[in-house]
């Protein structure tokens, strides 16, 4: 079974502050790997991609892939009340032919103004 | 352009009845996806196509859904005999494909309620 893990929170924040937010999945042929903001009520709009291992940034987002450990984390940077929503890691599985993504539940994050 | 469009935006309907769902991938797009989504839970893989053929379906897919993509445009998924179970949001995605990179790209949803 195939699985992405990450903790539910919900995860509070000040403003201001750096949100810390993670992931875990299981099948170390993995190759590609996503976190996906997603508003109450709207659909999940992609903000990071990441493929090797390291650091990867993107104005007030990183993510971070350490493949040994299969680990995937996101911070974000001087939190704002607009970044509150649920963030979903995404992960696709090796495979031939397969172009599944699996995603986690997700993490809720509140940034209190 | 424009994004992925799904209509409708909302679906009610009552035990035992079919629905249709719609969805209008971005335009050079070639992979078209479908998910369900739960309070709570994060998107379960449902099925894909590649242009018009249907490469893969996911366990969740009884016999009660059939989803299809003719000419490789649109798709549409159908699901017979609704079950309150089957109420759930229901996300279009696409992509423009190529080795393993994908950045799936996803609609509105339809959010379905069967009473």
């Known amino acids: 079974q195939k699985e992405v893990e990450q903790n539910s929170g919900p995860l509070s924040v000040p403003e201001g502050a750096i949100a810390s937010l993670n992931c875990t999945y299981s099948d170390r042929g993995s190759q590609s790997f996503f976190w996906y903001r997603q508003y109450s009520g709207k659909s999940p709009e992609l903000i990071m991609s990441i493929y090797s291992n390291g650091d990867k940034e993107d104005g007030r987002f990183t993510a971070q892939l350490n493949k040994a450990s299969q680990y995937v984390s996101l911070l974000i940077r001087d939190s704002q009340p607009s970044d509150s929503a649920t963030y979903l890691c995404a992960v696709t599985y090796s495979g031939a032919g397969s172009y599944q993504l699996t995603f986690g539940k997700g993490t809720k994050l509140s940034v209190i103004p | ?115």
């Open chain 2, 1 to 115: 352009d424009t994004g992925v469009s799904q209509n409708p935006r909302h679906k009610i309907t009552k035990r035992g009845q079919n629905v249709t769902f719609r969805c209008d991938p971005i335009s050079e797009h070639n992979r078209l996806y479908w998910y369900r989504q739960t309070l709570g839970q994060g998107p379960e893989f449902l099925t894909y196509f590649q242009n018009e053929a249907q490469l893969e379906k996911s366990r969740l897919l009884s016999d009660r859904f059939s989803a299809e993509r003719p000419k490789g445009s649109f798709s549409t998924l159908e699901i017979q005999r609704t079950e309150q179970g089957d109420s759930a949001m229901y996300l279009c995605a696409s992509s423009l494909g190529g080795w393993s990179n994908e950045k799936l790209f996803f609609g509105s949803g339809t959010q379905l309620s069967v009473l």
